[in-house]
């Protein structure tokens, strides 16, 4: 056990020290990796606290796809704007974020020591989901609003991406294109790693029904090999005008809202499941979200159309 604590406090001030330096870092590319090695350092953390789903979504959200936007958004910004903030302004941010971490400290501190909990009386009704895997089971049960709001915010954000663009760019295919290899390891780890990625990617949304997985590690997963396929030269990005496009991008919340509606008329409640039949139902829903979630992460690293259609 002396070494499992251990490797625990080694892991946690590794954390910190990785933390430190994105935060005080005077480099943008720096801050970046510093930031994508923290969020593959606490899927680690998260591993060790025994929440695999939380850890496969941090590893494919925070450390891969949202590393590579932040990347992105580094080259940009090293082109047009080198200034950075004056050191009151960081003085004044640091203030505050220490101010949170000391109020979430004394909430967590004084919390009783037997906390009042719903947690079993949860667990007993989740029999009537037939999902095996608890996560998914209260993510798309007792918190399916929830849920369904969080793809709502992540198509406002494509949108808010999508209004960057130009009005003679609107239609047309983001500047994302590179030129086609015809040979070199990108390449071949396309060809060889992009097939096998999303294969993985489609387990992990299927077997979240009853294992650790779910639609958003599958959805981030395939959107990270699509970006492999574009960084590659073997795909380009889509036109953002195209029907087919907006079609599979609403299609998670589309699916969510008919469901839902459609709870008052089979179980007497806005999503509501239907006796018998949650589990296939809660299945149909998270293949919808899966295709939106790998759609719009894609499409919010790619950027807002930059190319006449």
């Known amino acids: 056990m002396n070494a499992v604590y251990g490797l625990f406090a080694g892991l946690s001030a590794l954390l910190l020290v ?23 350092l606490l899927s680690l953390a998260w591993v060790a606290l025994a929440a695999p789903d939380v850890a496969l979504t941090e590893a494919a959200v925070g450390g891969g796809v949202t590393g590579v936007l932040l990347l992105s958004a580094s080259v940009q910004m090293r082109a047009k704007m080198e200034v ?38 949860a667990k007993e009704s989740l029999a009537f989901t037939g999902m095996g895997n608890p996560a998914t089971a209260v993510l798309m049960a007792y918190r399916a609003l929830d849920t369904m709001l969080e793809k709502v915010v992540l198509l406002l954000a494509l949108v808010a991406v999508w209004s960057l663009g130009r009005d003679h760019f609107w239609g047309g295919r983001p500047d994302f294109d590179f030129s086609t290899q015809t040979s070199g390891p990108l390449l071949l780890l396309a060809r060889v ?12 949304f299927w077997v979240g029904a009853d294992e650790p997985g779910g639609a958003f590690a599958g959805g981030a997963l395939i959107a990270a090999m699509g970006l492999l396929a574009f960084f590659a030269g073997v795909a380009r990005p889509p036109l953002v005008g195209s029907g087919w496009l907006r079609w599979a991008v609403v299609a998670g919340i589309a699916v969510f809202l008919i469901v839902g509606f459609g709870g008052f008329w089979g179980a007497g409640d806005f999503l509501a499941y239907p006796d018998g039949l949650a589990k296939p139902v809660i299945v149909v829903i998270e293949v919808a979200m899966t295709l939106s979630i790998a759609l719009t992460l894609v499409l919010l690293v790619v950027g807002p159309p930059g190319r006449r259609p």
């Open 84 to 121: 950075l903030p004056s050191w009151g302004v960081r003085f004044i941010a640091a203030v505050l974020a220490a101010i949170v971490t000391a109020g979430l400290m004394l909430v967590v501190l004084m919390l009783p020591d037997e906390a009042p909990t719903l947690a079993p009386a």
């Open 193 to 204: 790693l992009v097939p096998v990625g999303v294969l993985v990617g489609i387990y992990l």
């Open 18 to 40: 990785v933390a430190g330096f994105a935060v005080v870092t005077r480099r943008h590319f720096a801050a970046v990796v510093g930031f994508t090695a923290f969020g593959l």
